[in-house]
Every structure is written in structure tokens, then in C-alpha cells.
């Protein structure tokens, strides 16, 4: 009897030792910040884009089944492993997934198995906050002229957010996806909700309910992802306000710093504010990726901010590889004044024109001289090739 006492006492010893080190953790745990860090210490220095391909206006048309381009997204993740990028983040959008779970589940498999042919290990991110409140399945509107990224739609969308008796289909989503893909290498996190407290194009009297409502929902998303147990780590990506002072904190921001993983921000500002940003966070002892950055016309660029990046050991993840039907090369205040006449004076977002050459070859080759990868490509294969 004493000896099953003592091998059991040795038992919980053991346990313990593991989940203070990181090396085990309870599942439905959120990760400590050692295991969290020594995930981190893996990782290359982590350098993409978040990325549409050229012919689709959002998420939606990136994967359904009708517009779906496989093609096309060779190519493109072609074009980023060449500069350098070694992730890629990718929206996903829950009708598309409910409507068809194994259809949508072959072309994400499909998609992975393209990145990975590339070296690339993307971010997925579940649900979205930002623009059109009502998404809708089936073909999508084209691009307003002049306008950047005039198509983008939410998920869940407003009227399925606010209706109480659609969260078991959300949480089928969230299981769905990432019980699919869980132990699944190819995937580098799972960004559970973008912005989860933007307006978006709401109306202002509808932003307070949406946001409570976030609020009720968000910690429960991070509760059924972590039903599945991913070997890979969970966030949400912060984008406003106070960041420090719990006092100041809004109630959307103590959530995600409480149930992330890792620690993912967006910052569009001039160097200095990212370093200010990233002076913040170190506070949370966590990794940090700023899975948001790059605007040229704000004051965040390739050559201010990658550098930054790499001293602190940053994983950025820049908006935009190609121009395309998103438009993202206008800036933001196209929303208001669009550029129909005549297009920016600077790009705003994007590495690479239509005809996939650089926007500006020097961001192209700081980018592969800061991480040490890519290759410039030869005359002979030009980056231009038919589709």
C-alpha cells in the first residue's frame, strides 16, 4: 500500500514539474508563458503578409468552391517565399464553412498543402469584426471603384452575431475548423477573432450591441478551440486603445490579453509608436506578433519598421502581397473621397503590382537581406508567368 502511495505521490510530482515548465499542459488550458516563449524560440523570424490573392474581392470568394484558385495562389505564395516570408495570415469566413464542412475542409487542405510547398505556415483566423455587416454565400459584388478593400465582409456578420440561436452553429465552426487541422504542422496559430470590437460599417447605435455581445462570445471561442487541443498556439489580435493600465483596458482588450497564447497587436503607426506598442506588451512576458502593419501614407514602412521588428524579435505580418479586386493600395480615406481619376500618390498596402514585379524593388530586396531568405528572380523565370 505505501509503495502505490509513494509511486503515486511521485506521479503528481512529475505532473507538476511538466505543466511548470511548459512542456505538458491541462487541456482547455490557456499555455503559460513558458510554454508559450519555448514555442517561440522554435520559430524562424517570423516575416509575411496577410493575403488575398489578386482575384478575390474577400474571404469568401478566396475559398468557395466556384472562385477557389489554386493556381493562382501557387503563383502568388511563390512571389512571397521568394522575398523572404515564411507565414502568411488567411481569413476564414464560418458561413462557408457550415455551408459545405467538407468541401471547405479539401480546399483549406488544399491551400495548406500549397503553402507548405512554399515554406509557409499560415495564421487563420475564424472570425472578423471589420466591414460589411451582412456577408452573404454565392458571387460577390465587384470592387468599388476607387475604393480600398470595398468588398471585405464580417463573420459571423451582424444579424447572425446578435442572434443568440446561431451559436451552436459557431461553435460547430470552431470545433469544425480546428479539429480538422489541430495537429496539423502546416498551421503556424489561430487568430480566434480580427478586431473583435471594431464598428465596422455599422451604424453607431448598433456598435454597443455588438460589442457586448463579442465580449459574451469571445472567451467562449477561445473555450471550444481549446476543446480540440492545438499544438498550435491561440490569439486574438488587439488594434485600439490602452493596452497597459488594467484601469484604462477596454473589456474587449482584458479578454484577449487573458486568453491569448501569444500576444498579437496591429500597429499602422511611425516607428516610434511601434516601439512604444511593443514596450507595452513586453509587460504580458509573451511572445508578440504584430500580425497587422505597413501603411506607406501613415508612416509604417518596410524600411522603419522591419528593422525595429528584428532587434525586439517581433513576428510581423504586413497587409498585402498583390494588388488586386481588395484595392488595399488605396489608402483609407478613399472610404470617403474615391481615387476614380487617378490612384495614390503612394501606395498604401501591397508588395507587388499586377503583373507581380515589386511596387518598389528596394522593399524587396530589404526584405530578403533582413531575413536571409528569398532569391531574386532570373531573367529567365520571370515572377510575371501565365497564369
Known sequence: ???????????????????????????????????ANEWYDRQPWLVGANYVPSDAINELEMFQD??????LNDKELGLAEGIGMNTVRVFLQDQWWLNDPAGARKRLDEFLAIAAKHHIRPVLVLFDSCWEPNPHLGP????????????????????????????PQLKAYVTGVIGAFANDDRVLAWDV???PDNQGRDVEEDVKDKVRRVNELLPRVFAWARTERPQQPLTSGMWTGNWTDPRKESATTKIQLAESDVITFHNYDWPEGF???IAELRATGRPLICTEY????????????????????????????VAGKTQTYLPWDSWKRPYVSEGPAVWFHDVFKADDTPYRQHEVDLLRQMTGRGKAESAEQPAAAAR
Not at 8 to 21: E, V
Not at 146 to 166: E, F, I, M
Not at 294 to 320: C, H, Q, Y
Open 1 to 35: 500500500m505505501m509503495e502505490r502511495v509513494v509511486r503515486y505521490c511521485a506521479l503528481l510530482t512529475l505532473m507538476a514539474a511538466l505543466a511548470g515548465s511548459g512542456i505538458a499542459q491541462a487541456p482547455g488550458q490557456r499555455w503559460t508563458a513558458k510554454h
Open 66 to 71: 466556384a472562385t477557389f484558385n489554386a493556381r
Open 140 to 167: 460577390q459584388h465587384p470592387p468599388i471603384p476607387g475604393v480600398h478593400n470595398s468588398g471585405w465582409v464580417q463573420s459571423p456578420g451582424k444579424a447572425r452575431l446578435l442572434d443568440a440561436t446561431v451559436e
Open 193 to 195: 477573432w480580427n478586431e
Open 275 to 277: 516601439e512604444a506598442r
Open 294 to 321: 505597413m501603411a506607406r501614407g501613415n508612416g509604417s514602412t518596410f524600411d522603419t519598421i522591419l528593422p525595429i521588428a528584428k532587434r525586439e524579435r517581433v513576428a510581423v505580418i504586413n497587409w498585402g502581397l
